[in-house]
């Protein structure tokens, strides 16, 4: 079982920028696509960016696309979701997940398109004043 771990959570002020890490301690994440995910309060959980395993085509929520940009490090072995110009709305708790599916060419960010089988706990993101 894959564990992932994420960091790089916390309080922001609106039009602040936050960094999110995502690890796999023990695991190589070179061979899995990787996606963000957040669930706020009251909503239900929505992807909002991810990488495939080869690197490229990330796929991105409308509402974060030129905000949020996703890396991957694999020297490092981590997945990175830098997030710029942080709103009020962005505020949830933030999971990373991975997923080594074969067929997907482009990772996706609903359940229609494919889901992940490993999952992080997930860390709060808040952005208030």
């Known amino acids: 079982q894959v564990k992932l771990v994420e960091s790089g959570g916390g309080l922001v002020q609106p039009g602040g920028s936050l960094r999110r890490s995502c690890a796999a301690p023990?695991?190589?994440?070179?061979?899995?696509?990787i996606g963000w995910f957040r669930q706020a309060p009251g909503k239900e959980r929505e992807g909002v960016s991810c990488?495939?395993?080869?690197?490229?085509?990330?796929n991105y929520l409308t509402s974060v696309k030129g905000r949020f940009t996703i890396s991957r490090d694999n020297g490092k072995n981590m997945v990175y979701l830098q997030m710029t110009d942080l709103k009020p709305e962005d505020t949830a708790i933030y999971y990373c997940?991975?997923?080594?599916?074969?067929?997907?060419?482009?990772?996706?960010?609903?359940?229609?398109?494919?889901?992940?089988?490993?999952w992080g706990q997930g860390t709060q993101v808040t952005v208030s004043s």
């Open positions: 997940a991975a997923d080594r599916n074969p067929t997907w060419i482009i990772c996706p960010i609903i359940p229609e398109k494919g889901r992940y089988g490993h």
């Open positions: 023990g695991f190589t994440l070179d061979y899995y696509h």
């Open positions: 990488i495939s395993r080869y690197g490229i085509w990330p």
